[in-house]
């Protein structure tokens, strides 16, 4: 039985963008003959190492405390046993779930 990859996982694929991006881009720039484009280049790679390494940053912490974007936290279940509030709709308005009602 296959485990379902965590959403934090597919940090992954940003990551291998944003450095394949890199890459071409310092591969452009062994071409470059102008001083002020290659240091604008390189400013621009620094950025996108920046961003991957925010990217791979925010996957690990999210793996690690087991945080899912569509699911609410344990937290937020526990302070409003019962209750459910449905995607879309005024957060003030509570509803009770059906579940709850039947107790």
């Known amino acids: 039985m ?3 990859m965590c959403p934090a996982g597919l940090m992954v694929f940003p990551v291998i963008f944003l450095l394949s991006l890199s890459f071409f881009i310092l591969v452009a720039l062994s071409n470059v ?4 484009l290659k240091v604008f280049g390189y400013v621009i790679v620094a950025l996108i190492w920046l961003a991957a390494v925010l990217v791979f940053a ?3 912490c999210r793996m690690t405390k087991g945080m899912h ?3 609410p936290s344990k937290k937020s279940m526990l302070k409003y046993p019962g209750m459910c509030i449905t995607p879309g709709e005024n957060p003030s308005e509570v509803m009770i779930c ?3 009602q039947k107790k």
């Open 2 to 4: 296959m485990m379902p």
């Open 33 to 36: 003959k102008t001083q002020a």
């Open 58 to 60: 925010g996957g690990a």
């Open 69 to 71: 974007p569509l699911r």
């Open 98 to 100: 059906p579940k709850a």
